[in-house]
């Protein structure tokens, strides 16, 4: 999966290795939700697909890696973001092989300093390269 070579990517030694890509270095914290990567992706259980988002302003049904996927755009309303921030994800069917329909959620959230028009054109690259193995495995 493609990414610009001077981004920082996490270890694996908190997080699986190459699940959280940024612009500038950080350091993964222990048992935190803070989001300091411009993008992560993870494995999450089954998601239907169809169902409408909260705040979703945008939909469409993508292929990436060869496995039908879904790109969504939202605008958050109040709640865990500040009002008004953007979110562009992707969730990715991972097939039959993987437990229990897992799915790859890739995302990237417009938060306060970050540049979310360059994360979703890097984000969009990433998915378009993307490749997975029979076993739904990057």
Known sequence: MAHPAD?????????????????????????????????????????????????????????????????????TGPGFYPEGTPITTYVVDLGPARDGDEVLVADTVGLPGSDHDRNVEVLDAMMASLALDGAGRV
């Open 7 to 75: 981004w920082s990517v996490n270890r694996g030694d908190v997080l699986p290795g190459c699940s959280w890509f940024a612009a500038e270095p950080f350091t993964v914290p222990e048992a935190s939700d803070v989001r300091l990567a411009d993008i992560t992706l993870s494995v999450q259980p089954g998601t239907d697909l169809f169902a409408r988002w909260p705040d979703e302003i945008a939909r469409s049904t993508v292929e990436v890696g060869g496995r039908p996927a879904l790109r969504v755009e939202q605008v």
